[in-house]
T-cell receptor, first 114, second 115 residues
């Protein structure tokens, strides 16, 4: 069965600091990878996704993620965080093709201090 | 994209009762999913709901506890039956509108508290 591991449960940063959130998955086949964000009091929103092609994907709000197949990883990065990035971030994976379900990681709660 | 409306947005229920959560989508979608997000935890898939067939439940979830209806391509309901305080969670509806390899969209969720 597929699973997703997020290494950091809570991250506290100051504004302008760089961010990297780790995500590893377990599945031997082709996968689709996602990062979702949940701002306080809001619904889940897609930050970025990887289906195929360039392993470095860019998403909204200056976020990017790199798919490293050999490491089964899809880490999320942002060079300079803002207070408004305070949110919970979820990595998710689905088996490629069809309507396959999303499996979520445990989430990382990010707090950015001014 | 897809816009999802869930009702109710929140509720406080007595143990032993049942609550039905509605999910309405603004476009026809084949696959709808129901997730649970327990306090401080990630999303766990309860079941996948296809129109015209029985829902497919994940390990640990059963139809008697979480019956699901999917009468058409834009609507689904999830019932949480015979509730206990352990059922206190956020319940989310999700859809994947596209045929292949598309993103999932989520409703705002229903925050359920069982007392």
């Amino acid at each position: 069965a597929q699973s997703v591991s997020q290494h950091n449960h809570h991250v506290i940063l100051s504004e302008a600091a760089s961010l990297e959130l780790g995500c590893n998955y377990s599945y031997g086949g082709t996968v689709n990878l996602f990062w979702y964000v949940q701002y306080p009091g809001q619904h889940l929103q897609l930050l970025l996704k990887y289906f195929s092609g360039d392993p470095l994907v860019k998403g909204i709000k200056g976020f990017e993620a790199e798919f490293i197949k050999s490491k089964f990883s899809f880490n999320l990065r942002k060079p300079s965080v803002q207070w408004s990035d305070t949110a919970e971030y979820f990595c998710a994976v689905s088996v490629s093709g069809g309507y396959n379900k999303l499996i979520f990681g445990a989430g990382t709660r990010l707090a950015v201090h001014p | 994209s897809a816009v999802i409306s869930q009702k109710p947005s929140r509720d406080i229920c007595q143990r032993g009762t049942s609550l039905t959560i509605q999910c309405q989508v603004d476009s026809q979608v084949t696959m709808m999913f129901w997730y649970r997000q327990q306090p401080g935890q990630s999303l766990t898939l309860i079941a996948t709901a296809n129109q015209g067939s029985e829902a497919t439940y994940e390990s640990g979830f059963v139809i008697d506890k979480f019956p699901i209806s999917r009468p058409n391509l834009t609507f689904s309901t999830l019932t949480v039956s015979n509730m206990s305080p352990e059922d206190s969670s956020i319940y989310l509806c999700s859809v994947k509108p596209g045929l292949l390899n598309t993103e999932a969209f989520f409703g705002q969720g229903t925050r359920l508290t069982v007392v």
